[in-house]
């Protein structure tokens, strides 16, 4: 997710790769855009991105970055892009905080969202967005983390068209124990939209542990629609990335199982810390899971990896040496001690390849998006 306060520029490497060009949006927030999440659907090769829009919004005098959600397009396999003018989520001011933060700035954040086209959903619902909303309460002290994860879920819109999903209703898909720790959490969280559709830390004894989920990732085949999620725990060394799967025509959601955990990280690279910021991408046999592992100090971005799905509906990544560990089979690195990654792919996207943020604090825009012009190898 996004953090304001990080380290300088990031200069992705990997074998083969050209100069990386800046995707950038003059509809964006003054802040920049990240989180890139391209996609594609009938008339390939026209592309869309769902992409985070981040502004400095002042609220009783206090400074917020309010993360909204934007839709991009491209004609030409991302070539180019360009904002089409549509907002699918704003930010929005809280006037009545929950109890106990009464008085403080107060600001509804819908960050890391994942688009996709969904060919076996009905017409009015073939494209589809996911999202975390939480929200965000600024008390005064510098030291406190804003994000009130407590108040979040993961929110869920379907339309006929991607321009569609700005005037879809909302759903809240998912919400993790922490949703639930106190009754006037439950009741204010409730009081937005009433309950989630999926209580996930009851939905299967492995998830009970699971805070928070965040970061989706979002894949249609032709059999069922796949999740993939961030389960953040009290413990650092318990947080994972889960698969979720809903079987067509009608579901219910099942958990899958756990695609990679913290443990994981720190045997591809000892200073890794864990993984986050999931992506599904591909078609067919060639599928994909795109991650970004957190580094020191305090869980930034290391850059993306990219892993293939050797079996999804056992939660399997490809292993071909049978060492135990997921085999890398691309890595977009940054310079030791800079934030990037949250990358986003599509098969289509021949032009831009992987899309990833970058973050330059010293800079406006802070939050900025690039192609790497690197796509996951065959297999």
Known sequence: MLRVVLACALLAVATGARA????????AGELGAFDPAPASGPGRPHLWMSYSSVSDLVVAGVHIAAVSTRLASSPDRGGTWADSGVLLNAAQVEA???????GMPAVWQHEVSRIVYDRRALPAERWKLVWHRYLNVND????TDDRRFAYSWIGLKAASSPPGLAAAPERKLFAGLGYYLAPGITSYNDGVGGPPEVRLDVLDPELGDCLVFTEPGLLATSKALYASLSCATAQPESRRIVLLKWPYPAGPWEYRGTLLRARDAVAIDPGFTSFTASELAGRGRRTYLIVSPTVQPSDWYGGCLVFALEDIDRALLRDA?????ADVLLRLAGSPGTFSGACGWDRAARRSGIIYGEVFPAAVPVFRMFESDMVPPRR
């Open 20 to 27: 990386q060009s800046e995707i950038r949006f003059a509809q």
């Open 96 to 102: 009545n905080p929950p109890p106990g933060f009464a």
């Open 140 to 143: 005064g002290d510098p030291a």
């Open 321 to 325: 040496d049978g060492d135990g560990r």
